[in-house]
Nanobody, 129 residues
Framework: QVQMVESGGGSVQAGGSLRLSCAAA????????MCWFRQASGKEREGIAI??????????ETVRGRFIISKESNDNAKNTLYLQMNSLKPEDTAMYYC????????????????????WGQGTQVTVSA
């Protein structure tokens, strides 16, 4: 059974940092494309960072240079996805979700569409001005 549990959210002032963690189990972590999504109040969920099985990463423009996605596995099969968030802005306020089985696809309108097969329950990040 796939399990993904986020932690590390909270409230921080603008300019501060937070590190989100996602404990993952029940699937082959090392072979999956893993990613983070976020959803601000009244807005659609958006993919923000993805890490490929070989460690390559991609970010949307609004977080590139401030956020870092990474992953870790140990010999005890403890798999964790991270999102280091620096220089936080009020517009980063959202519920953050880790996800597995991620992909970035071309949408019919010519833009990019992020998708995922499995989701965590989310952790709230609030950034005050």
């Amino acid at each position: 059974q796939v399990q993904m549990v986020e932690s590390g959210g909270g409230s921080v002032q603008a300019g501060g940092s937070l590190r989100l963690s996602c404990a993952a189990a029940g699937f082959t972590f090392s072979l999956n494309y893993m990613c983070w999504f976020r959803q601000a109040s009244g807005k659609e969920r958006e993919g923000i960072a993805i890490i490929e099985p070989d460690g390559n990463t991609q970010y949307i423009e609004t977080v590139r240079g401030r956020f870092i996605i990474s992953k870790e596995s140990n010999d005890n099969a403890k798999n964790t996805l991270y999102l280091q968030m620096n220089s936080l802005k009020p517009e980063d306020t959202a519920m953050y979700y880790c996800a597995a089985g991620c992909s970035i696809q071309r949408s019919g309108s010519g833009g990019w569409f992020w998708a995922a097969n499995y989701w965590g329950q989310g952790t709230q990040v609030t950034v005050s001005a």
